[in-house]
């Protein structure tokens, strides 16, 4: 990746970085003094170049701009002072980002996933405020201070997202920082959802958005250092505080559909698939999948080293027909439904040197839903 001034700021929860799979309690505090401005400085510092580096959101991104207007008209007044304004970065990345000043800056890539829909956006743009709102940069910046002073260790002020090169520290240094900076991410996701109920933008477009870039994404090994929680981690924490944003969105826009951003999204939750052996001594795949919102039915795609990143390049799956795939359509009825793919249907396609690697979720439109690993299969 490229390093460039805004690795400085506060990452979003849509970098495609690194995932870890488990938040430990950390007990590094997480209050920002009143006199603490050093955030507010290295922002002011930053701008200019930031500005450069960027375009306003107008034209094509204009419904971005505008998503972030509502956003921001419910943020609660504060004694800081905010300079609001959503940016841009044409460079085609998939990520988004904020400085402590309440800048937001999205990169080409993610805009152009986001498109029309005032969901994706609300979902993208309301953790980044959070994180402004929150001082996530100052309580980073803190924390890092707090684990130099009780260790010793030399930790450099850097990209929150990012374990920086340039540390010197030990690995129970990193493993706290990557705790509570992982909290941080799952505290943005909280606040950023009720702020997205509170301006009409129903909750259920965050899990669409995490799910479309674990879809995305490269997979990513899971480490103790990681800054950014895992998708599936994610869903994990999420649960609690989404239900109750679900309610506030319900109570304020009751009539879903004449909400700002309308009705909600199809949103799949996929569990891990399942090897399981029959009595004939064959096997097959288990998908354990939940649908929100689904009218119709959606179709359970398996794919062999499928190239994630060509495939996924506007959040589509191209066409059925190929000779490496396998296809079922379930409507997803009950609250836990179970897709199964016998072993002899993948065993009939199989070419020597073929591996089954990924599963998708898709709808009629091919849009993905949601994807997930495919565990080793059998041999026979």
């Known amino acids: 990746m490229r390093i460039e001034p805004h690795r400085l700021l506060v990452r979003s929860a849509v970098a495609l970085l690194f995932c870890c799979c488990g938040l430990a309690s950390q007990q590094i505090p997480s209050d920002v003094p009143t006199n603490f401005k050093l955030d507010m400085k290295t922002a002011a510092r930053l701008r200019p170049q930031l500005m450069a580096q960027s375009v306003a959101a107008v034209g ?42 309440g800048s937001v800056y999205v990169e080409s890539g993610l805009a152009r996933l986001a498109g029309s829909s005032a969901g994706l956006w609300a979902a993208i743009l309301s953790h980044e405020i959070a994180h402004a709102v929150r001082r996530d940069w100052a309580r980073r910046y803190l924390a890092q201070r707090e684990l130099e002073n009780g260790t010793g260790a030399a930790i450099v002020l850097g990209d929150p997202g990012l374990p920086s090169a340039a540390w010197s520290t030990s690995e129970s240094a990193s493993a706290d920082l990557g705790r509570f900076c992982r909290q941080m991410e799952v505290d943005a996701d909280r606040e950023g959802l009720m702020l997205m109920a509170r301006a009409g933008y129903h909750p259920d477009f965050v899990p669409a958005l995490h799910h479309l870039l674990h879809a995305y994404g490269p997979v990513s090994n899971a480490s103790l250092y990681a800054m950014h929680p895992c998708w599936e981690q994610r869903d994990r924490e999420m649960s609690g505080f989404y239900a109750e944003a679900r309610i506030a969105f319900g109570h304020r826009w009751p009539a879903w559909y004449a909400s700002p951003g309308g009705n909600p999204p199809v949103v799949v939750f996929a569990d891990p698939p399942m090897i399981k052996r029959t009595r004939s001594k064959s096997w097959q795949i288990h998908i354990p999948m939940r649908c929100e919102n689904l009218v119709g039915a959606v179709e359970v795609v398996l794919r062999a080293e499928s190239g994630r990143e060509q495939i996924m390049r506007h959040g589509q799956l191209d066409g059925e027909g190929r000779e490496d ?56």
């Open 325 to 380: 795939e396998v296809r079922q359509l379930t409507g997803c009825t009950s609250p836990t439904t179970t897709v199964v793919f016998a072993g002899e249907d993948l065993q009939s396609k199989s070419r020597p040197g073929m591996h089954w690697t990924d599963l998708y979720v898709i709808d009629a439109r091919g849009a993905v839903l949601a994807r997930a690993n495919l565990p080793k299969l059998p041999a026979n």
């Open 60 to 101: 094509r991104y204009t419904r971005g701009r505008l998503v972030f207007e509502r956003l921001v008209a419910q943020v609660p007044v504060s004694e800081i002072k905010f300079s609001w304004e959503l940016r841009i970065v044409e460079d085609d990345q998939v990520n988004a980002y904020s400085s402590p000043d």
